[in-house]
Protein backbone atom coordinates (compact mmCIF):
# COMPACT_ATOMS: atom_id res chain seq x y z
CA UNK A 1 0.00 0.00 0.00
CA UNK A 2 0.69 4.03 -0.14
CA UNK A 3 1.84 3.52 3.73
CA UNK A 4 4.34 0.78 3.14
CA UNK A 5 5.95 2.58 0.15
CA UNK A 6 6.22 6.12 2.18
CA UNK A 7 8.09 4.41 4.85
CA UNK A 8 10.15 2.94 2.56
CA UNK A 9 11.07 6.22 1.02
CA UNK A 10 11.69 7.54 4.57
CA UNK A 11 13.97 4.74 4.96
CA UNK A 12 16.28 5.20 1.98
CA UNK A 13 16.05 8.74 3.12
CA UNK A 14 17.33 7.93 5.89
CA UNK A 15 20.18 5.98 5.20
CA UNK A 16 21.68 8.22 2.59
CA UNK A 17 21.02 10.84 5.36
CA UNK A 18 23.09 8.74 7.72
CA UNK A 19 25.91 7.91 5.17
CA UNK A 20 26.09 11.99 3.91
CA UNK A 21 26.93 12.58 8.20
CA UNK A 22 28.84 9.65 8.71
CA UNK A 23 31.36 10.37 5.66
CA UNK A 24 30.85 13.44 4.49
CA UNK A 25 34.22 13.75 1.92
CA UNK A 26 33.15 10.43 0.33
CA UNK A 27 29.79 11.15 0.05
CA UNK A 28 30.98 14.22 -1.66
CA UNK A 29 33.07 12.46 -3.78
CA UNK A 30 30.14 9.83 -5.24
CA UNK A 31 28.21 12.21 -5.73
CA UNK A 32 29.92 15.05 -7.10
CA UNK A 33 31.84 12.95 -9.38
CA UNK A 34 31.84 8.91 -9.11
CA UNK A 35 27.73 8.81 -9.79
CA UNK A 36 28.06 10.77 -13.26
CA UNK A 37 31.57 8.83 -14.32
CA UNK A 38 30.24 6.60 -16.87
CA UNK A 39 33.71 4.68 -17.43
CA UNK A 40 33.88 3.56 -13.69
CA UNK A 41 31.80 1.05 -14.41
CA UNK A 42 33.58 -0.35 -17.77
CA UNK A 43 34.56 -0.11 -21.17
CA UNK A 44 31.65 1.39 -22.92
CA UNK A 45 32.33 -0.54 -26.00
CA UNK A 46 32.27 -3.46 -24.09
CA UNK A 47 29.99 -6.28 -25.72
CA UNK A 48 28.09 -6.99 -22.08
CA UNK A 49 26.88 -3.37 -22.11
CA UNK A 50 23.44 -3.53 -24.19
CA UNK A 51 22.72 -0.32 -24.94
CA UNK A 52 22.13 2.24 -27.76
CA UNK A 53 25.26 3.97 -26.75
CA UNK A 54 27.25 0.39 -26.38
CA UNK A 55 26.10 -0.68 -29.60
CA UNK A 56 27.28 3.17 -31.42
CA UNK A 57 30.33 3.06 -29.15
CA UNK A 58 31.14 -0.69 -30.74
CA UNK A 59 30.08 0.43 -34.13
CA UNK A 60 30.72 4.18 -34.75
CA UNK A 61 33.04 5.05 -32.22
CA UNK A 62 33.87 8.35 -33.87
CA UNK A 63 30.29 9.47 -33.65
CA UNK A 64 28.99 7.61 -30.73
CA UNK A 65 27.69 9.92 -28.87
CA UNK A 66 25.64 12.27 -31.09
CA UNK A 67 24.06 8.81 -32.35
CA UNK A 68 23.24 7.84 -29.32
CA UNK A 69 21.49 11.47 -28.47
CA UNK A 70 19.33 11.03 -32.23
CA UNK A 71 18.41 7.19 -30.85
CA UNK A 72 17.60 7.44 -27.62
CA UNK A 73 15.34 10.32 -28.03
CA UNK A 74 13.38 8.38 -31.15
CA UNK A 75 13.10 5.41 -28.57
CA UNK A 76 12.07 8.26 -25.58
CA UNK A 77 9.70 9.23 -28.49
CA UNK A 78 8.13 5.75 -29.53
CA UNK A 79 8.11 4.67 -25.95
CA UNK A 80 5.98 7.82 -24.83
CA UNK A 81 3.61 7.27 -27.35
CA UNK A 82 3.24 3.11 -26.50
CA UNK A 83 2.97 4.10 -22.87
CA UNK A 84 -0.12 6.62 -23.65
CA UNK A 85 -1.65 4.27 -26.19
CA UNK A 86 -1.56 1.39 -23.50
CA UNK A 87 -2.38 3.66 -20.51
CA UNK A 88 -4.93 1.05 -19.47
CA UNK A 89 -2.66 -2.13 -19.66
CA UNK A 90 -0.59 -1.72 -16.52
CA UNK A 91 1.85 -4.44 -17.53
CA UNK A 92 2.23 -3.35 -21.11
CA UNK A 93 2.88 0.36 -20.07
CA UNK A 94 5.48 -0.87 -17.12
CA UNK A 95 7.65 -3.03 -19.63
CA UNK A 96 7.23 -0.07 -22.26
CA UNK A 97 8.71 1.97 -19.71
CA UNK A 98 11.73 -0.34 -18.73
CA UNK A 99 12.38 -1.07 -21.78
CA UNK A 100 13.16 2.21 -22.77
CA UNK A 101 15.31 3.03 -20.11
CA UNK A 102 17.41 -0.14 -20.73
CA UNK A 103 17.76 0.75 -24.02
CA UNK A 104 18.44 4.92 -23.31
CA UNK A 105 20.88 4.26 -20.25
CA UNK A 106 24.52 4.82 -21.02
CA UNK A 107 25.19 1.11 -19.25
CA UNK A 108 23.01 -1.86 -19.73
CA UNK A 109 24.89 -4.51 -18.51
CA UNK A 110 23.31 -8.16 -19.57
CA UNK A 111 22.38 -8.88 -16.06
CA UNK A 112 20.39 -5.76 -16.16
CA UNK A 113 17.98 -7.37 -18.39
CA UNK A 114 15.86 -9.18 -16.14
CA UNK A 115 13.03 -7.31 -17.62
CA UNK A 116 13.38 -9.49 -20.61
CA UNK A 117 11.42 -12.19 -18.27
CA UNK A 118 7.89 -9.84 -17.95
CA UNK A 119 8.74 -9.08 -21.53
CA UNK A 120 8.02 -11.83 -22.91
CA UNK A 121 5.23 -12.70 -20.77
CA UNK A 122 3.80 -9.62 -21.94
CA UNK A 123 4.63 -10.11 -25.49
CA UNK A 124 3.00 -13.99 -25.62
CA UNK A 125 -0.27 -12.03 -24.53
CA UNK A 126 -0.38 -9.12 -27.07
CA UNK A 127 1.12 -11.78 -29.38
CA UNK A 128 -1.98 -14.00 -29.50
CA UNK A 129 -3.47 -10.81 -31.76
CA UNK A 130 -0.61 -9.26 -33.14
CA UNK A 131 1.95 -10.94 -35.76
CA UNK A 132 4.73 -8.18 -35.32
CA UNK A 133 4.24 -8.60 -31.19
CA UNK A 134 4.86 -12.38 -31.98
CA UNK A 135 7.77 -12.04 -34.00
CA UNK A 136 9.51 -9.55 -31.39
CA UNK A 137 9.08 -12.23 -28.85
CA UNK A 138 10.69 -14.95 -30.97
CA UNK A 139 13.34 -12.19 -31.41
CA UNK A 140 13.80 -11.36 -27.55
CA UNK A 141 14.17 -15.20 -27.08
CA UNK A 142 16.73 -15.82 -29.61
CA UNK A 143 18.51 -12.53 -27.73
CA UNK A 144 17.87 -14.75 -24.20
CA UNK A 145 19.50 -18.11 -25.53
CA UNK A 146 22.12 -15.89 -27.82
CA UNK A 147 23.78 -13.92 -25.19
CA UNK A 148 25.72 -17.06 -24.32
CA UNK A 149 27.71 -15.96 -26.68
CA UNK A 150 29.06 -13.21 -24.73
CA UNK A 151 30.86 -15.61 -22.27
CA UNK A 152 32.05 -18.36 -24.73
CA UNK A 153 33.08 -16.95 -27.92
CA UNK A 154 36.48 -14.50 -27.95
CA UNK A 155 34.77 -12.70 -30.75
CA UNK A 156 30.69 -12.63 -30.95
CA UNK A 157 28.75 -12.20 -33.92
CA UNK A 158 28.23 -8.78 -35.07
CA UNK A 159 24.52 -9.05 -34.87
CA UNK A 160 25.26 -10.72 -31.40
CA UNK A 161 26.90 -8.19 -30.46
CA UNK A 162 23.74 -6.14 -29.81
CA UNK A 163 21.22 -8.79 -29.77
CA UNK A 164 19.32 -7.21 -26.74
CA UNK A 165 19.13 -3.74 -28.39
CA UNK A 166 17.77 -4.97 -31.44
CA UNK A 167 15.60 -6.90 -29.62
CA UNK A 168 14.11 -4.44 -27.17
CA UNK A 169 13.95 -2.13 -30.31
CA UNK A 170 11.55 -4.44 -32.22
CA UNK A 171 9.64 -5.32 -29.02
CA UNK A 172 9.04 -1.14 -28.79
CA UNK A 173 7.95 -0.74 -31.86
CA UNK A 174 5.42 -3.63 -31.93
CA UNK A 175 4.17 -2.02 -28.47
CA UNK A 176 3.84 1.48 -30.34
CA UNK A 177 1.80 -0.46 -33.32
CA UNK A 178 -0.17 -2.70 -31.58
CA UNK A 179 -3.94 -2.02 -30.76
CA UNK A 180 -4.53 -1.21 -27.39
CA UNK A 181 -6.40 -3.93 -25.11
CA UNK A 182 -9.87 -3.84 -24.20
CA UNK A 183 -11.10 -4.00 -20.88
CA UNK A 184 -7.32 -4.03 -19.61
CA UNK A 185 -6.66 -3.05 -16.16
CA UNK A 186 -7.48 0.63 -15.26
CA UNK A 187 -5.11 2.70 -14.19
CA UNK A 188 -7.21 5.00 -12.18
CA UNK A 189 -7.95 2.45 -9.59
CA UNK A 190 -4.74 3.21 -8.33
CA UNK A 191 -5.59 6.46 -7.95
CA UNK A 192 -8.76 5.56 -6.02
CA UNK A 193 -6.84 3.37 -3.72
CA UNK A 194 -4.86 6.14 -2.79
CA UNK A 195 -7.34 8.85 -2.06
CA UNK A 196 -8.70 6.21 0.43
CA UNK A 197 -8.49 6.93 3.96
CA UNK A 198 -6.43 5.07 5.81
CA UNK A 199 -8.14 2.81 8.21
CA UNK A 200 -5.44 1.49 10.38
CA UNK A 201 -4.32 5.13 10.83
CA UNK A 202 -6.49 5.58 13.95
CA UNK A 203 -5.90 2.39 15.65
CA UNK A 204 -2.23 3.02 15.69
CA UNK A 205 -2.69 6.25 17.02
CA UNK A 206 -4.35 4.29 20.15
Known sequence: THVLRDAGYRVIEAATGAGL???????????GSLLW??????????????????????HVPGAASPVWLVAATAVLVVAALAVRRHRRDAWLSLCTAALAGLLVSPVSWSHHWVWLLPLVAVGVRR??????????????????????????????????????????VAWLVAS???????GAVDLSLVDRWDDEPDLAGPALDR
Not at 21 to 31: G, K, N, Q
Not at 176 to 182: C, I, L
Open 127 to 168: GRRSALFAASVALVLVASVGQLSFWFLAEPALLSQDMYVIAG
Open 21 to 31: VAAPALSREYF
Open 176 to 182: AMSRASE
Open 37 to 58: DSDRPGVIGYVGNQSLLGAATR
